[in-house]
């Protein structure tokens, strides 16, 4: 191959090489990463892909009037997406209409690809409450046109997450409450036993598709309730009594 990674490598090695030669010190390249943000955990680890499911809970396919499928259907996100407690969910100027999605977040703490089911929770770091905002009228008009929707799913701020917790204080989770309420009422309220997929499942579905890295984080899905948010909005977020998350909405 005559251009690739190990090129870009090569080539970085010989730059720095010649800079040191030529200004007598090193030459120091970094590439920026948003690091996730964790009770009781010291080390960094930064947010690598954003993988979400779509329909894993029965009420909230049938709310959108789409199917339940057998196989978790995916999309991403990027981690420019993301914020974190007390920030502001930016409505875009592309949108009229975004709405909110509560999920739970797990994150990978171990490579691994085609990851069995009962060895995949050895793969996970930690969890998050996250949510997964929507541009639904970009989406809606997208879906009518067979287009593809990661545009609805992806703009800045679309995914406010959690300070996360590790694996060793979740004994279960597919027993964890997903609470939103917005304005102090509540909108979504359900519990992790109600998904279709388990978390198991999710993890080794989807190391069958990509090699899931660490730092990685997967959106499984939300439950029914999903609605509207608005400028002024104030978001609250809960995942059981393990970790919460507070944002706010406000125009571009």
């Known amino acids: 191959m005559k251009y690739g990674y190990n090129t870009c490598l090569f080539s970085l090695d010989e730059y720095a090489r010649k800079f040191h030669k030529t200004y007598k010190r090193p030459f120091l390249f970094c590439f920026h990463m948003t690091n996730y943000r964790f009770q009781n955990y010291a080390k960094r680890v930064g947010i690598g892909k ?11 396919a049938r709310e959108m009037n789409t199917i339940v499928t057998e196989d ?4 991403l996100k990027p981690a420019s997406s993301v914020i974190f407690n007390h920030g502001t969910i930016i409505i875009p100027h592309m949108s009229q209409c975004l709405h909110h999605e509560v999920e739970l977040g797990v994150i990978i703490g171990k490579n691994g690809k085609h ?7 050895q793969h996970v770091l ?33 995914a406010p997450l959690s300070d996360a917790v590790l694996k060793e204080n979740v004994p279960n989770p597919q027993n964890l409450d997903l609470v939103l309420k917005i304005n102090g009422a509540i909108k979504q309220n359900a519990n ?4 279709i997929y388990s978390v198991e499942r999710i993890i080794s579905f989807i190391s069958e ?6 730092g990685d984080l997967i959106l499984t899905g ?23 998350l507070t944002v706010d ?4």
């Open 249 to 252: 909405v406000k125009h571009a």
């Open 192 to 195: 992790t036993n109600q998904m």
């Open 209 to 214: 598709i990509m090699t899931l890295e660490r």
């Open 72 to 75: 978790p259907l995916l999309f």
């Open 126 to 158: 930690g969890y998050l409450i996250a949510l997964d905002i929507t541009a639904r009228d970009i989406q809606s008009i997208a879906k009518k046109n067979g287009w593809p929707w990661g545009i609805a799913k992806g703009f800045d701020t679309f």
């Open 115 to 121: 990851i069995a089911e009962e060895k995949a929770l």
């Open 222 to 244: 939300t439950p029914e309730g999903v609605g509207e948010i608005k400028e002024g909005d104030i978001l609250e977020a809960y995942l059981g009594s393990l970790c919460s």
């Open 50 to 60: 954003i993988i979400c499911l779509a329909r894993t809970y029965k009420e909230h």
